[in-house]
């Protein structure tokens, strides 16, 4: 294979001058560059300039969930062999990164080398804006520009309705470009292709959000399977079971990835920060540095909330992100463990204290 060979094939999926360079010591080597387009019981399929190939990943590191191939990486893959074997992956430019639901403090890695976050939120139930925090925090820091699509905009009928829902997102997601969207009407599918149409772009969101619906109008065709949400509560039945890897007939790419019922903090601080703006430009003005924006004296931001400029919800939203953030980067840190513990008890006394005071004025 030469290498215009390998940039004619692979240019499609996000192949350019720097995984070129990247990837050089491997050519040196004979390995064959590809990218994984999808993951399952320790093999994978490999998009090469010499067509599509199945590989066994037990050569890459295989007991650090942060480690192991994933959707979206650029690898080194033998030339020839039954079975083949990936070598190595290329340093991964971004990363999408949940905590795992086990008791250790494990991080998942849901795709890598993604340049666009697409967050499904489906109109069809109740809007969670905690839900989208959430995702947006993790999408902001695995480095991607994330982008909230309203799916089955069809399902609300009154303009005004719909204007509203989209403010209330936009409001929550500053800095996030926020489109209604209905696959079945074809309505926003026009603005959406635009913003992805360069790079590589991960589809994420619950169960019944209508992603894998929206993967197919966007790519032209039926390739993801489909199945209709429960009405009870919109949430599907995991129809997409694996991450997958597709070229749109547009330029981008894109990947699909089951529901997530889960949706756990992995050392998202920046991007907490990212999704709160407000809140961080706020703290900035608090008189004391490590204010918790809770009775402290001088805190900006209660007093935004006391103002009405700053909704309740969103500093609540805040400080349970933090709070998990926290927790899960402690769980592999003993020093912050302990400074958390000391901060638990030193508010624990502070509340007793006010507590008795109060108390003592009543009697």
């Not at 795992?100 to 109109?123: C, E, F, M, P, Y």
């Amino acid at each position: 294979m030469t290498s215009s060979s390998a940039v004619y094939a692979l240019t499609p999926y996000g192949w350019d001058d720097d995984w070129a360079a990247a990837f050089a010591p491997y050519a040196r080597q004979g390995l064959l560059p590809g990218r994984v387009v999808r993951v399952d019981r320790g093999q994978c399929d490999v998009v090469t300039a010499d067509g599509a190939v199945r590989a066994d990943t037990a050569f890459v590191t295989p007991h650090d969930p942060m480690r192991v191939v994933c959707t979206g990486d650029w690898v080194a893959v033998e030339a020839g062999g039954n079975p083949r074997y990936v070598r190595a992956y290329l340093p991964r430019r971004t990363a999408f990164v949940r905590s795992t639901s086990s008791k250790r403090s494990d991080g998942q890695i849901l795709a890598a080398n993604v340049d666009h976050a697409v967050v499904a939120v489906s109109l069809a139930v109740e809007l969670d804006l905690g839900r989208v925090e959430r995702f947006l925090a993790l999408a902001w820091e695995s480095g991607a520009q994330p982008v909230v699509v309203l799916t089955k905009a069809d399902l609300v009928t009154d303009p005004v309705t719909l204007a509203h829902l989209v403010q209330d997102v936009e409001n929550t997601a500053p800095g996030v470009p926020v489109v209604a969207a209905s696959a079945h009407c074809g309505d926003g599918l026009d603005i959406l292709r635009a913003l992805v149409g360069d790079g590589t772009s991960v589809l994420l969101g619950q169960s019944g959000a209508g992603k894998s619906t929206l993967a197919n109008a966007l790519i032209g065709e039926d390739v993801m399977d489909v199945r209709a949400a429960r009405d009870v509560d919109g949430k599907g039945r995991h129809t997409t079971t694996t991450r997958n890897l597709l070229a749109l007939p547009g330029g981008g790419v894109l990947i699909d990835t089951p529901g997530l019922r889960g949706v756990g903090l992995y050392d998202a601080e920046s991007g907490v920060g990212q999704v709160f703006a407000e809140i961080e430009e706020l703290a900035e003005r608090c008189r004391f540095h490590d204010c918790a924006h809770e009775s402290e004296p001088g805190c900006a931001v209660r007093a935004a909330v006391d103002g009405g400029e700053l909704p309740v919800r969103r500093l609540e939203s805040y400080r349970k992100l933090i709070r998990e953030n926290q927790w899960i980067v402690a769980k592999t840190d003993a020093r912050l463990r302990a400074e958390i513990r000391r901060d638990w008890k030193r508010k624990g006394a502070e509340g007793r204290a006010a507590m008795q005071a109060k108390q003592g004025r009543w009697t």
